[in-house]
């Protein structure tokens, strides 16, 4: 591709933006999606070992009052969480892909 944009003249600003940029979009919107579902993920495992967040408050006002009801609430949340920012992220992705 770079050959093929270099032989019709594009200069090396084009060449970035309008060849290399269009072909890596999906890629990079998949990146971010892992990654920001890494952070959560990562954000609740350090609640749960004291960090705070979210795991924290699963941990403290949940499991240790034996408020079963509040943690599976906050697990819920979590799931659907993460499971509509996948979606988004696959679906924004699909959408952007020029293959």
Do not use: C, H, N, P
């Not at 699963?58 to 920012?85: H, K, N």
């Amino acid at each position: 591709m770079i050959e093929a944009a270099t032989s019709m003249g594009a200069s090396t600003l084009q060449l970035i933006f309008k060849f290399l940029y269009v072909e890596a979009r999906s890629g990079l919107v998949l990146g971010l999606t892992t990654s920001t579902i890494s952070f959560i993920s990562y954000s609740t495992v350090m609640g749960i070992v004291g960090g705070g967040g979210v795991g924290d408050f699963a941990i403290r006002y949940g499991y240790q009052r034996f408020e079963t009801g509040l943690m599976a609430f906050t697990i819920v949340v979590m799931i659907i969480f993460v499971q509509t920012i996948q979606f988004t992220g696959s679906t924004i992705s699909r959408r952007i892909d020029k293959r």
